[in-house]
């Protein structure tokens, strides 16, 4: 089955730095890759996603970029604000019916 | 939040005990699905559903069960609670296409 692994674990950064978060995926197959951001004592919310049609996705200061060939899709969150920080989630699954697999979550910190 | 509500938020019960976790959705969503959120797992699927009646199992499913008779409604029961099952349960909805989550249910099996 699918296996997906996110790094870093934990990141932080300045007020206005990029953030970069990293996942790679085990299953050729998976074609959604969608990220999530939760904030304290709630439901992760989606932020963005791509499909393996598309090898980037932009929509304000956050983008997201996929490798097929090396099973790969990164978060890139650019001009970060202290609102940014929270775990964030990447996941990869079959777009359709969604049977995501999760990575294990990036804690980012972002400091005045 | 896309109507997604869940019930009870907090649950404190004891070991041994049946507890039924309530997912209700208002966006006649076809597919619903629930997962556990533990430190350093993720969010792990427990079970899913792809329509009235129709529930599969999914990653970690053991000592859980689904009911679905309702197209917003979706049940999760731990039929006799262990401490590993202290968690925050978190239900999920999409259409085809994004999938939405819920607020999470913190329980607690003492």
């Known amino acids: 089955g699918e296996n997906v692994e996110q790094h870093p674990s934990t990141l932080s950064v300045q007020e206005g730095d990029s953030a970069v978060i990293k996942c790679t995926y085990s299953?050729?197959?998976?074609?959604?890759f969608p990220w999530y951001k939760q904030e304290l004592g709630k439901g992760p919310q989606l932020i963005i996603d791509?499909?393996?049609?598309?090898g980037e996705k932009k929509d304000q200061r956050i983008a997201v970029t996929l490798n097929k060939t090396a099973k790969h899709f990164s978060l890139h969150i650019t001009e970060t604000q202290p609102e940014d920080s929270a775990v964030y989630f990447c996941?990869?699954?079959?777009?359709?019916?969604?049977?995501?697999?999760f990575g294990t979550g990036t804690r980012l910190l972002v400091s005045p | 939040d896309a109507g997604i509500t869940q019930s009870p938020r907090h649950k404190v019960t004891e070991t041994g005990t049946p507890v039924t976790l309530r997912c209700h959705q208002t966006e006649n969503h076809r597919y619903m699905y629930w997962y556990r959120q533990d430190p350093g797992h993720g969010l792990r699927l427990i079970h899913y559903?792809?329509?009235?009646?129709?529930?599969d199992k999914g990653e970690v499913s053991d000592g859980y069960s689904v009911s679905r008779s309702k197209t917003e409604d979706f049940l999760l029961t731990l039929e006799s609670a262990t401490s590993s099952q202290t968690s925050v349960y978190f239900c999920?909805?999409?259409?085809?296409?994004?999938?939405?989550f819920g607020p999470g249910t913190r329980l607690t099996v003492t």
């Open positions: 559903s792809y329509g009235v009646k129709d529930t």
């Open positions: 996941a990869a699954g079959n777009t359709g019916f969604q049977k995501l697999v």
């Open positions: 999920a909805t999409d259409n085809g296409g994004e999938q939405y």
């Open positions: 791509i499909r393996s049609n598309v």
């Open positions: 299953d050729s197959a998976s074609n959604y």
